[in-house]
């Protein structure tokens, strides 16, 4: 019977994720239905502003200390084959396509997704939230979708931004220190990547991944338990469903997109 | 108005055997009572017996598993969130914390419900915060600060000064009392007793404030386990159940078994004279 046991409680875990995806579901709709009514463009701006400062600084280091590695790598790597001149594709594309959006939304994760997670459940736990119900203000368009609406619009900036600092990086390496010459790099990058596939796609990649942290993070916030070990469960969990989500999520935008190679 | 006229016979709010669950944990249990129009109530019970519990439940934060919640004689159980609105107007509510937005200073928290809720002049409402942080007995340079840099007492009076401002009929206070200073629960006590005299405010009280409860309280709804009792203070204070009336002794000794009080407590250290001055 030990196995009927196992079968029935996998049973069970299976319908807790379709009933948690679900709620998911639902709670997107009431971000996007409550979003607009009323219309408050200036929370928009603010939590805009200040979801992009959080970042800002993380995104700009580690995007230059990726790039600078990649650097390093890449050359010794085609130094080999006597192909170092392609230094600026190799590193141009891998941080494009992939490095990218993908480094740069975990380290959003991290840094906002975290803050918006533990910000709302705190509002919660001391109860803002109902405050503001009480007063027949809805907190779904006060609070969470301007927070949800800021993690996806500035996550596609936020990426490119390291994406610069990532090319930045390589450059310092690969002409700087190694000696290539810059026409050279830059040029075998300019040839390399194609706008419509890979540009857009990176920039597709960032929204999507934004609109996944401001989706989970405003969601484990506010339905965190009202107290403060509901507010740190909310933030750890963020972080960790979030950042296994982005590369999950990550694979199936690739396959779909198809990145021409 | 289209919505019938109140019938002001009935009680203000009636609770009708309801029943709050949390993950099948029952916290109330079908419960019936009613808080009547214009008086004072007071909730009273051992801390987790559900007093906030109940207290959301008449807010509709909550839905109960089952029961009527009657408030004015509209049902706020079945009621779907875009629909309380106006039942809302109704009600204002004092938190346990205060509840004001971190983020906004005093005076914003204060014009947030007049500047969502009504067509009003940017003037007319700093008028209005003036007004409703002067009833309150806070000068008007506090609108300026951050709810983090008040005091215990200042935030609930600032707390108590948003319940009341867009004149409900019934004021719900969690726990008003409770971390103050005897002078902060004296002047809330005031506050509230005028409002329910001079305004004719509805008001239901959950709070441990025994001295308070029995000078404020028309009513006292006693939450025990398993049951709860309503009636006057001085009637439920001269109860023969001790479970009852054990609750407004202020000299808890007696009525406590032996076994529940420390008799002797022992010490730390067989010398602590040694240890402070070894450590000096
Ligand atoms: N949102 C919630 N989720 C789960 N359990 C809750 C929730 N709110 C209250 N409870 C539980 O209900 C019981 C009563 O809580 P509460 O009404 O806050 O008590 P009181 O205010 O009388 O101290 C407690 O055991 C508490 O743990
Ligand atoms: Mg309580």
Redesign the pocket.
């Known amino acids: 019977m030990r196995l009927l046991d196992a079968i029935r409680e996998l049973g069970f875990r299976s319908l807790g994720v379709v009933a948690h995806l679900g709620q998911l579901l639902l709670f997107l709709l009431s971000i996007l239905r409550a979003s607009l009514l009323p219309l408050r463009p200036r929370r928009w701006l603010e939590e805009i502003w200040g979801q992009g400062v959080l970042s800002l600084v993380i995104i700009c280091v580690s995007g230059l200390a990726v790039g600078m590695v990649l650097g390093l790598q890449g050359y010794n790597t085609l130094v080999r084959f006597g192909a170092e001149g392609s230094l600026g594709a190799v590193v141009g594309l891998s941080l494009i396509r992939e490095l990218g959006p993908v480094l740069a939304a975990l380290l959003v994760t991290g840094r906002a997704g975290s803050a918006t997670a533990a910000e709302i459940a705190s509002m919660v736990a001391s109860e803002q939230i109902d405050g503001l119900r009480m007063m027949s203000i809805d907190p779904v368009n006060m609070v969470v979708a301007p927070k949800a609406l800021a993690l996806t619009a500035v996550m596609p900036a936020l990426s490119t931004l390291f994406i610069l600092f990532g090319i930045a990086g390589a450059w310092l390496v690969g002409v700087g220190l190694m000696g290539l010459d810059g026409g050279v790099f830059f040029s075998s990058l300019n040839n390399a990547v194609r706008f419509e596939d890979d540009v857009l796609g990176s920039l597709l990649k960032g929204l999507i991944f934004g609109a996944l942290i401001g989706l989970m993070a405003t969601f484990r916030g506010y339905h965190a ?2 107290n403060a070990a509901g507010v740190s469960a909310a933030t750890t969990s963020t972080v960790v469903v979030t950042s296994v989500a982005i590369l999950i999520v990550d694979y199936f935008v690739t396959a779909l997109w198809g990145f021409e190679i | 108005m289209a919505a019938p006229a109140p019938d002001h016979d009935r009680p203000h709010v009636e609770i009708d055997r309801v029943s709050m669950a ?2 099948d ?1 029952p ?1 109330v249990d079908r419960l019936t009572c009613s808080f009547p129009r214009g008086r004072v109530t007071v909730i009273l ?10 207290l959301r439940l008449l807010a509709g934060l ?1 839905r109960p598993t089952e029961g009527r919640i009657l408030i004015d004689g509209t049902d706020v159980a079945g009621l779907p969130e875009s629909a309380l609105a106006p039942v809302r107007a109704k009600i204002g509510m004092l938190f346990q914390g205060g509840a004001l937005l971190d983020s906004l200073t005093v005076g914003d928290n204060l014009a947030l419900p007049l500047r969502e809720r009504t067509r009003l002049s940017e003037a007319r409402i700093d008028e209005i915060v003036t007004g409703r942080l002067d009833a309150v007995g806070l000068d008007h340079r506090v609108a300026r600060l951050l709810p983090g840099q008040l005091s215990g007492g200042m935030l609930r009076r600032v707390a108590l000064a948003r319940a009341i401002l867009l004149d409900p009929q019934i004021l719900l206070c ?1 726990e008003p009392f409770s971390g103050l200073d005897p002078i902060s629960v004296k002047r809330i006590e005031l506050l509230l007793s005028r409002l329910n005299r001079h305004h004719g405010m509805t008001i239901v009280i ?1 709070s441990h404030h025994i001295a308070s409860t029995v000078r404020l309280a028309d009513r006292v709804l006693l ?1 025990l386990p398993g049951r709860a009792v309503e009636g006057a203070p001085g009637e439920l204070r001269e109860n023969a159940d001790r479970e009852i009336s054990g609750f407004f002794d202020e000299d808890l000794d007696e009525s406590l078994e032996p076994r529940e009080v420390a008799t002797r407590i022992e010490p730390l250290d067989d010398s602590p004279r040694d240890a402070g001055s070894a450590r000096g």
Do not use: E, Q
Request: aromatic letters at 4%; a positive charge.
């Open positions: 338990r009202p | 949390f993950d944990r916290v019970g051992g801390s987790g017996s559900g007093k906030t519990t109940l909550i969690d959950v939450l």
